[in-house]
């Protein structure tokens, strides 16, 4: 059993970006008490700017602090905490495909700071010396990445990125995320129920003749619970 530390080269977006993790990452409990402080008393101006008079509000008053919190610590959660080590195990000749399906997501775009709601498929084969990791780091990787910034098509990317990298020597890595897009639905062209599909594969998953990406497309359909691609 062998434990490798998430870090810094699991990231494929510059440091700072919406969508990367914040300069100094993973950041300790105090700098993420004085982000708050100093998100709160931001977001108290941009609630003034609003001309909306939180301060005499009762629902209102404590606002900023709660939205400082909620960034901080859930919804961009995976720009300040780093997820906990990896443990990957030896396949011990087991040559099939592992999926994960149905992991659920909760995101928010990068353009118009609305939530991401939807679900990720994993799917990898690991190499003939190769890896395979315990089943809950593949929701860890889609917490890590899911909660920040994102545009759907970077995310993918992200996780699929990831999930080679800790399957190291691995045949292939797919990753599907089916999700909606609340800037979707409640602003601009006010669409509900619109959901966005993207796929990146490599490796088996990418071969012309490809049997494992139809494995991996066919597994998805059975008994799934509603969640088809
Ligand atoms: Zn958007």
Known sequence: ?????????????????????A????????????????AEKAYGKFLDALKCDW?????????????????????WEGRYTAMSPITSFPSDGYDGIVIERNIPLTSMCSHHHQTIKGVVHIGYIAGENGQVVGLS?????????????????????????AVSKITKGNKGVIVTIVATHNCVSCRGVKHEGASMITTKASGVFR??????????????KINNGGHQV
């Open 1 to 21: 059993m062998a434990k490798k530390e998430i870090n810094i080269d699991l990231e494929v977006v510059k440091v700072g970006f919406a969508n990367g993790v």
């Open 23 to 38: 300069e100094g990452f993973p950041l300790t409990d105090k700098q993420k008490e004085k982000m708050i402080n100093q």
């Open 55 to 75: 301060r005499n509000d009762p629902n209102s008053m404590e606002t900023p602090k709660r939205v400082a919190k909620a960034y901080v610590n859930n919804l």
């Open 137 to 161: 780091k593949l929701n860890r990787i889609v917490e890590l990445f899911g909660r920040r910034g994102a545009i759907q098509e970077q995310l993918t990317s992200a996780i699929h990125n």
């Open 207 to 220: 071969e012309n003749n490809n049997l494992a990406r139809k494995e991996f497309f066919d597994s998805l």
